[in-house]
């Protein structure tokens, strides 16, 4: 076993038949709220000898190495994924196709390459025609995180109890896809594999439209009137207090979430704008039959939702 | 003093200086979360000497009953207004005028009639020409509710910290006014006085318009295809699951507020659904500044909010 940091608290976590770290060297290219929670599982359960970081901005590099998640802090990306046995892009996925085609000629035959974009057919578009042959390209994407971002927000349990969805290209090698899914159970995540389309429309609704809407509604807010906003703040209820909470999120990286889950966004958007247009209408003609209905299917898909355990 | 149930744990908040009851005999309508809310805090902070509560349905008397919320349950609304010193409607806002004609001729002279209804207009609408000469109508609103309905989902300390507004119709009496603004600050809320129809247009962007987006959502996710609305289920991510918690409210209530706030509502939807529009158009023409920009203002007036202790 390579030098590597000391087991964490719960590093109970490790398979006792196999002290061996999962990986020999793990390079994070990116380090906010999820590449950070990585680094810092990752270390805690003692899942690679070596954690390299590689982050754009000098400011987050300074904050990783502060913070000491990582073996070592890497301003160039061809060098912090040279050596590495897995290495896992954890930046907004808009900066993909760029840092691919930088870490492409370093990247060891064997290696595994994966990332945790929110959006899978445009990984799959930006990153796979770049993948040297020999590599395994196993896209993955954590549901997880918080309202918070930047190295400082992550925690090693973040991933704990949460999806972990994988959705390799056709062809992809089996035992790669299997050694992803392995580093992620062993963070505390359930694993699925998933084909790509089909994820981004699942999360198109589950996520990327809520999103949209709660970044939108606290527009259609400050657009009012000055003394309406002064108590629009003062009287925010349950219902807006927690879109602003959604709203919170980080702005790069929905950005890019939006923009390139494009197709599924919109149609799931303009499946939503019929519906709320369909309640507008029994809302001004006082179809209280159709409304009620409307909103006991809610109540039913909550009580779905806590039937699986996710509420 | 009057024969009353006995001081509860947090009866220090009783001024020592007044030891009488605020209220001789107070009187719910209704007595759901909200209803329910209130009979435990005037209890435990021996707001009145009795406590009677009406409702509609037997189930909910029999429950109210069982769990002794009240000093009298009464299945008949208009003996159980009878020798009130102050009447609160706690009933669906739908209810109002109904219950109002059926209680008017035996609210006592000096009596006060307030109720706790999300809309304002609508209640001066439907109840105040019914309430009889000498008796003084505060309309109210308590800004708090969980997504939980029915007496047992009640408890004391619902309205701690949170805002209690009270629209009075022009002409109310002031004394009455303040008497029920003590009554809410007694009960832990802090208390404002708004002018009716602002009540509805600043209610309809922080609470109904979130209310009626999330129940839309819901809907929308349960049309998907069943292999899609299964893992709808089994992701739901942090965003659509927030919104199913909005979305479990109570069904009738909410079909109230929304046919009682009609114009407002349409207007905050109707600028809701522009500003989702033009959003979705810089989607699909990849206008990245316009996308960030409106997730900035999410970030900002997220910001101002917890500036305002309110998140």
Redesign the interface.
């Known amino acids: 076993m390579t030098v590597g940091p000391a087991p964490g608290p719960d590093s109970a976590a490790t398979d006792a038949d196999s002290p061996e770290p999962l990986f020999r060297q793990l390079t994070l290219i990116g380090c906010g709220l999820i590449g950070s929670s990585i680094a810092r599982a990752a270390r805690a359960r003692t899942l690679a000898a070596e954690i390299v970081v590689n982050a754009r901005s000098p400011a987050t590099r300074a904050r990783v190495a502060a913070l000491g998640l990582a073996d070592r802090v890497e301003p160039d990306p061809a060098r912090a994924v040279q050596g590495a046995d897995c290495v896992i892009l954890c930046a907004p996925v ?1 900066a993909y196709a760029e840092l691919a085609a930088a870490i492409a000629p370093d990247l060891a035959p064997g290696a595994i390459l994966s990332d945790v974009g929110s959006t899978k057919q445009s990984v799959i578009r930006d990153v796979g025609p770049l993948v040297p042959r020999g590599v395994h390209f196993v896209p993955g994407h954590p ?1 997880a ?1 918080t ?1 918070h971002s930047g190295p400082d927000a992550g925690f090693a349990s973040l991933f704990e109890g949460r ?1 972990c ?1 994988l959705t390799p290209p056709p062809g992809t090698d089996a035992g790669a896809v299997a050694r992803v899914g392995e580093f992620w159970r062993a963070m505390g995540s359930m694993v ?1 594999v ?1 084909e790509p389309a ?1 994820h981004d ?3 198109a ?20 009137a000055d003394e ?1 906003r002064q ?19 980080d ?2 990286m ?2 890019d979430v ?2 390139n889950n ?1 197709e599924a ?2 149609e ?6 019929e ?3 369909a ?2 209408r029994a ?2 003609w ?1 179809d ?1 039959a159709y ?2 209905d ?9 009580r ?2 806590i039937e ?1 355990n ?2």
């Open positions: 808009g549901l995180g309202e999806w969805l699925s998933l089909h429309r699942v999360l609704i589950v996520s990327h439209l809520p999103h949209l809407i709660a970044f939108t509604i606290c527009g259609t807010a400050d657009d009012l309406t108590q629009v703040l003062q009287f925010a209820a349950t219902g807006f207090r927690d879109f602003t909470r959604i709203a919170a999120s702005p790069e929905w950005r939006f923009l494009r966004l919109l799931m958007l303009a499946r939503f704008t519906d709320a247009q309640m507008a809302v001004r006082g209280a409304i009620e409307k909103i006991g299917r809610g109540r039913k898909i909550r779905s939702l699986l996710q509420a």
